[in-house]
């Protein structure tokens, strides 16, 4: 199957290249975009006796700086390139890095990105910025839920995908991973060396469709994907599938997500499940919400020195835009880490956290 993917892709994109004359209209120019978001809250938690004591309140930042360029060749074919810097010093200092193509054939992507499953997904609406009890830019207890396919050894390595024209609303996309541990950007990970001792995913691969449309004053989105990856070493394939629903109207959003992980780390059985469900209103510039999600692990987890087999978050929240790109917002999360012991990352018990924050694009 893979191989059907890759080559009919393939195909597709040189025959459409050597349908004309590919001259370029002018050199890709670079341009900058990104965003910042920063924010101080306050915690009140209820961890396990033996903890070790911690500051109960913090300054964050999160936010990352976009290179981005595009072209036109004479036969209406587009080359770009996307390269992303972390504002934050980390191993990981280049996130996304790629470049693509489109055409009427759809998209060719080639480098440092999210899986076709990831970027098609569809979940719960946060009520702000940065917090959220899905897929969130911050984890202040260490917590996180995640609807969204994010197999380890497929978020950002370097991978080839494929996204179809939409037709009818309609669009299928699909992800071909080489080796789970290449990641341009990444340290141990040169361009310069040779291929990488097989560890972690092997030759994965992704596959996802999605449908968005509007059907008078309602926007609907619904998602689907699937991928998995050979776990080196290891006795089973590990494997994810999502599900995932956006719908819009008179100001109101409602949405949700669902995922659920097989055999992880290649262990038989060793399975996790999360949902999220969200609900958003927004009129003018002033927006309002609440949003769950919930992890359940069939096996426990060894955490630290703890162990952990479900925890969940909630989200109230509001936010209010001051000017064009640039968002105030507050509100407080509520975590329930079903954890064992606490460890100097991630927090055991219910948690409090209260939040005010700015969120920056450009």
Known sequence: MKKAILGTTALVAV??????????????KLGLGGYMHSTY????????????????DRVTQEGEVFFTGET??????????????EAYTKADQLDETYIYVDGSFGRVLIGSEDSAAYLMHYDSPSPVPMYSADSPNIWPTGQVNTTRPNLFGFQ????ITYFTPRFAGFQLGGSYVPD????TGSLGNSQYSAPNPKAGLDRSWSAAANYVNKFG?????FSAGYQEGKVFGAAEDMSEYSFGTSIGVAGF??????KQVKDIAGISDNDSKVWSAGLKYGMGPWAVGVQYAKTTFDQLQTVGTGTLDDQDTWIIGGQYTLGPGITAFGGV????????????????GETNTFFVGTALSF
């Open 253 to 258: 959003t409602i949405g949700g997500g669902y």
């Open 180 to 183: 789970g541990t290449s990641e």
């Open 15 to 28: 025959g459409a290249l050597a349908a004309a004359p590919a001259s370029a209209a002018e050199k890709i």
């Open 217 to 221: 004053a309602v926007d609907v989105a």
């Open 333 to 348: 999360q509520m975590d329930d880490n079903n954890l064992t012991a606490s460890s100097s990352t991630r927090m055991a």
């Open 156 to 159: 950002d390595v370097d991978k």
């Open 41 to 56: 809250f306050y915690q009140d938690s209820d961890e396990p006796a033996g903890t070790p004591n911690r500051a109960s």
């Open 72 to 85: 036109t060749l004479d036969n209406g074919i587009k080359f770009g390139v996307n390269i992303q810097l």
